[in-house]
């Protein structure tokens, strides 16, 4: 067993042993919590509760559904939503999580709707914004500096994320555009040999 897979292996048993245990009001009551208090960015919020507070999947598997929101229309937070409500409990898990979180942002947006509205050109206003953007950048920092740890194998995988960021911010590529070929160079690096394959044989 590899060094990766040892480490990895109490992680996916834990999350096992949660993801038996987990019911359609668990999911729910989660992805409620998650949509109440996800400020300035969903995903740092994902990641804390999925991976590290319930152990429903792995940093693994949640790198690998956030792959998967992004590549698809959609926001990341409902994509990712139905995606681990599925994976726990199917469709009833997927209804559970995508209606517990878009019901307090749905109804919290509508209020601020109101008052932006009326007061969107106050000094205070567009103060508090531009603290919300900086706070949900550094969000966004923190959880990819967590995940990199985890799903950066070795140093082509940082190649392959520096072909993204320069694809996409440099070039102006487009994000699917962008994934498909990265995607399929990284396939192709990371496709197994001929020398593994017989090793995993004996």
Request: net charge positive; charged share 15%; glycine share 8%.
């Amino acid at each position: 067993m590899s060094n990766a897979a040892a480490k990895l292996a109490p992680q996916v048993a834990d999350v096992t042993a949660a993801r038996a245990a987990v019911s359609i009001w668990d999911i729910f009551l989660e992805f409620l919590t998650i949509g109440a208090t996800s400020f300035g960015g969903v995903v740092p919020y994902l990641r804390g509760a999925l991976v590290a507070k319930r152990n429903w999947v792995d940093d693994k598997e949640f790198v690998e559904m956030l792959s998967i929101s992004q590549s698809l229309p959609g926001l990341n937070a409902t994509n990712m939503a139905i995606l681990v409500g599925q994976k726990l409990r199917g469709i009833m898990g997927s209804i559970a999580a995508i209606v517990g979180i878009c019901l307090p942002g749905g109804a919290l947006m509508y209020a601020v709707g109101i008052f932006y509205h009326q007061h969107g050109d106050h000094a205070w206003s567009t103060a508090g914004l531009k603290g919300v953007a900086a706070a949900a950048v550094g969000l966004i920092l923190s959880t990819v500096m967590q995940l990199s740890k985890k799903s950066l194998a070795g140093k082509f995988d940082f190649v392959f994320m520096a072909l993204t960021v320069i694809a996409v911010n440099r070039l102006h590529q487009s994000v699917p555009r962008t994934l498909i070929v990265v995607g399929a160079l990284a396939i192709l690096f990371h496709r197994p040999r001929r020398t593994e394959k017989v090793s995993a044989t004996e």
